[in-house]
Every structure is written in structure tokens, then in C-alpha cells.
């Protein structure tokens, strides 16, 4: 029996996370962990005497409060053995990650939870969620990335994606490292029934139009958040340490999928996106530069999944699509095939 902690539960994807392992009778207790308040949609887990789900609030990305969760006595009382770690993603916070004693807040998440899953005895396992857009690409929409591809290490990187891959490169330099289990589930664009998009960084974020490349359409790669919950549910269950592709069997232009979303995907001449990015860089204003550079905005990928398949038994079960919601009107949502 599994007893969890998992971060950023007030989010998305954290709070799917959390309905999926309340359901499942292989978690026993569950910690739920955020900087806000617990969702209205957590009170019935929280009620009772002896709620199977705690809640507290922390700032994940400063050493104190971290420090405090991990030696606090519920922490104890609870006995977690598996973290969770859920990174910040929800459509409200700035897709270019603030910065927190000198790291972007995403890189110093990572780093202090693994530095104190490392250091908790009762801790066995960490399951981390990271992203599929650390891979470097090649020209063209044919690019099939498994796990063994290599990084784009670029220096001139988009600052949105240099996070994720500080992250990834963190968390997989303990993968096989003895103690402590690490399952990495590397995601593409997550989908969720509304049409909210996250985990892109073209999409995500706040609403209007999106540039792109003038004759680019880069293909993405989809999961559904019920898939991406059901993968860590796997992988908290797995005895297997690795660095993991998780994605559904749908694939989308990057046009479509802006337009599924309400948004629209304006081409634009390369040379004016660099351009573009190099006066938002000079201005300080990086959440406009990540979305206007880097190869991401011209060639597109699928991933292969086979390796989860094998060894933690996970294969995407939702299909990501439109669907005619009560008033007639076409929204993308996610379904079970």
C-alpha cells in the first residue's frame, strides 16, 4: 500500500493526479500539497475524522517551508514512502517560471524536492512529471523521439524550455542511482476537456493569438490529463526506475490545435519572429520570447511510448478530440476510446 505525496495539487493535472490515487485502493494516504487554498472539488476527500487526504499549503520552491514539510510531524504521522512531484503548470500562473533565489521557480521546485525525497528515510520512490519539449529537433515533422535522444542543450534555448531541461537533467541524474527509485514521465501538450491546453509552450498560457512560423505547421504530439494521471498512478505502483515517453495516439498541426483551442495561429516570416524574439529579449520580457523562438515553432514530433509500455504497463485509454457540447457548439475534450 502506497502512501503519497503529491505536489502543486490546487492545479490541473495535480488535482487529477489526486482523484486518481484517492480512487485507487493500492494508496492508502494521500498529502496533498500547494500554495493555495485545497479546491472546492477536494471536499469530500478531505471530510471525515480520518480523511485517506491531507492538504497543506507550501511554497515549494524556497528551502525553509520544504525543509519543514519533510521533518513536520504529519509528514511523519502520515509515513509517505512516494513523492509525487507535479510541476506548476495551471493556465493562471506566467508560462515563464519567476525567479527564486537566482533558479527559475520550476528548477528550484525540482531540485528541493528531490534533495529532501533523497534525504527522507521513509521515502522510496519519487515520480516526476517533465516535459517532452527538452528534445532537440531536427528539420521536419518526422521526428519519432524515445527516451535515448538527446537533449537540446542549446545555449540561446528559449528560457521556458531551458527550465524544463534543467529539471529533466536534475531528476534523471539520480535515475538507477541506488537508494532512491526516479520515474521521469516525459509529457507533450496536455489536453483537458474544455479545451485547456498545457504543458505547450506556444499554447499555454494566457488566451489570444499565437505566432508561428510562415510555412511551418509543426505536428504535436497530444496526451489527455486522465492519461498523464493514469501514468503516474502506474508508475507509483511500478518497482521500475527509468525516464519514461507518455503520450495518447493523437497527433495535430500546430494550427489545429489553436484553433481547437479558440486561439489563433498567425504565420509569420521566420526572420521577423527572430527579430521579434531579440526585442522582447533586449526589453527583459521572456514569457513573450519563449513564445517566439526556438525550433518547436517549425518542426514538429511524435513520441515512442514503447518503453512504458513495457515496463510500467501504461498505454494511453483516452482519445483527444472535438466533441458538440449541450449548447451546439464544437470543444475540445478528452474521452475514454
Same mark, same amino acid.
Given at each position: 500500500?502506497?502512501?503519497?505525496?503529491?505536489?502543486?495539487?490546487?492545479?490541473?493535472?495535480?488535482?487529477?493526479?489526486?482523484?486518481?490515487?484517492?480512487?485507487?485502493?493500492?494508496?492508502?494516504?494521500?498529502?496533498?500539497?500547494?500554495?493555495?487554498?485545497?479546491?472546492?472539488?477536494?471536499?469530500?476527500?478531505?471530510?471525515?475524522?480520518?480523511?485517506?487526504?491531507?492538504?497543506?499549503?507550501?511554497?515549494?520552491?524556497?528551502?525553509?517551508?520544504?525543509?519543514?514539510?519533510?521533518?513536520?510531524?504529519?509528514?511523519?504521522?502520515?509515513?509517505?514512502?512516494?513523492?509525487?512531484?507535479?510541476?506548476?503548470?495551471?493556465?493562471?500562473?506566467?508560462?515563464?517560471? !519567476?525567479?527564486?533565489?537566482?533558479?527559475?521557480?520550476?528548477?528550484?521546485?525540482?531540485?528541493?524536492?528531490?534533495?529532501?525525497?533523497?534525504?527522507?528515510?521513509?521515502?522510496?520512490?519519487?515520480?516526476?512529471?517533465?516535459?517532452?519539449?527538452?528534445?532537440?529537433?531536427?528539420?521536419?515533422?518526422?521526428?519519432?523521439?524515445?527516451?535515448?535522444?538527446?537533449?537540446?542543450?542549446?545555449?540561446?534555448?528559449?528560457?521556458?524550455?531551458?527550465?524544463?531541461?534543467?529539471?529533466?537533467?536534475?531528476?534523471?541524474?539520480?535515475?538507477?542511482?541506488?537508494?532512491?527509485?526516479?520515474?521521469?514521465?516525459?509529457?507533450?501538450?496536455?489536453?483537458?476537456?474544455?479545451?485547456?491546453?498545457?504543458?505547450? !509552450?506556444?499554447?499555454?498560457?494566457?488566451?489570444?493569438?499565437?505566432?508561428?512560423?510562415?510555412?511551418?505547421?509543426?505536428?504535436?504530439?497530444?496526451?489527455?490529463?486522465?492519461?498523464?494521471?493514469?501514468?503516474?498512478?502506474?508508475?507509483?505502483?511500478?518497482?521500475?526506475?527509468?525516464?519514461?515517453?507518455?503520450?495518447?495516439?493523437?497527433?495535430?498541426?500546430?494550427?489545429?490545435?489553436?484553433?481547437?483551442?479558440?486561439?489563433?495561429?498567425?504565420?509569420?516570416?521566420? !526572420?521577423?519572429?527572430?527579430?521579434?524574439?531579440?526585442?522582447?529579449?533586449?526589453?527583459?520580457?521572456?514569457?513573450?520570447?519563449?513564445?517566439?523562438?526556438?525550433?518547436?515553432?517549425?518542426?514538429?514530433?511524435?513520441?515512442?511510448?514503447?518503453?512504458?509500455?513495457?515496463?510500467?504497463?501504461?498505454?494511453?485509454?483516452?482519445?483527444?478530440?472535438?466533441?458538440?457540447?449541450?449548447?451546439?457548439?464544437?470543444?475540445?475534450?478528452?474521452?475514454?476510446?
Amino acid at each position: 500500500m502506497a502512501r503519497v505525496l503529491v505536489t502543486h495539487a490546487d492545479e490541473p493535472m495535480g488535482r487529477r493526479v489526486v482523484k486518481t490515487l484517492f480512487h485507487d485502493p493500492g494508496v492508502e494516504a494521500i498529502l496533498a500539497v500547494a500554495d493555495g487554498p485545497p479546491p472546492r472539488s477536494f471536499d469530500h476527500f478531505l471530510a471525515g475524522t480520518q480523511p485517506r487526504v491531507s492538504y497543506a499549503r507550501v511554497d515549494l520552491a524556497r528551502h525553509r517551508p520544504v525543509n519543514d514539510l519533510f521533518h513536520g510531524s504529519r509528514f511523519r504521522s502520515l509515513e509517505i514512502d512516494t513523492v509525487v512531484h507535479v510541476p506548476r503548470h495551471g493556465a493562471a500562473s506566467s508560462e515563464v517560471a !519567476p525567479i527564486v533565489s537566482g533558479l527559475p521557480e520550476r528548477t528550484a521546485e525540482a531540485r528541493l524536492v528531490l534533495q529532501h525525497a533523497l534525504e527522507a528515510a521513509s521515502i522510496s520512490s519519487l515520480v516526476a512529471v517533465g516535459s517532452a519539449f527538452v528534445y532537440r529537433l531536427p528539420p521536419g515533422n518526422a521526428n519519432r523521439l524515445n527516451e535515448d535522444c538527446e537533449l537540446d542543450l542549446d545555449p540561446d534555448v528559449a528560457p521556458e524550455i531551458r527550465s524544463w531541461i534543467d529539471c529533466d537533467m536534475i531528476l534523471h541524474g539520480e535515475v538507477g542511482g541506488g537508494r532512491l527509485r526516479v520515474a521521469l514521465l516525459r509529457v507533450p501538450t496536455v489536453v483537458a476537456a474544455g479545451g485547456y491546453v498545457y504543458m505547450n !509552450p506556444v499554447l499555454a498560457g494566457r488566451p489570444g493569438p499565437r505566432l508561428r512560423a510562415l510555412g511551418f505547421d509543426p505536428i504535436c504530439a497530444l496526451v489527455s490529463d486522465k492519461d498523464v494521471a493514469r501514468a503516474v498512478q502506474a508508475a507509483v505502483h511500478s518497482r521500475r526506475s527509468g525516464i519514461y515517453n507518455v503520450a495518447g495516439g493523437e497527433v495535430v498541426p500546430l494550427s489545429v490545435l489553436a484553433r481547437w483551442t479558440r486561439r489563433r495561429s498567425l504565420p509569420v516570416p521566420t !526572420p521577423l519572429l527572430g527579430w521579434m524574439a531579440a526585442g522582447a529579449r533586449l526589453a527583459g520580457n521572456e514569457e513573450l520570447r519563449s513564445s517566439l523562438d526556438g525550433n518547436h515553432l517549425r518542426y514538429g514530433f511524435t513520441l515512442d511510448t514503447s518503453r512504458a509500455e513495457r515496463d510500467l504497463g501504461f498505454r494511453a485509454s483516452s482519445r483527444v478530440g472535438l466533441a458538440r457540447a449541450g449548447d451546439g457548439s464544437l470543444r475540445l475534450e478528452t474521452a475514454t476510446a
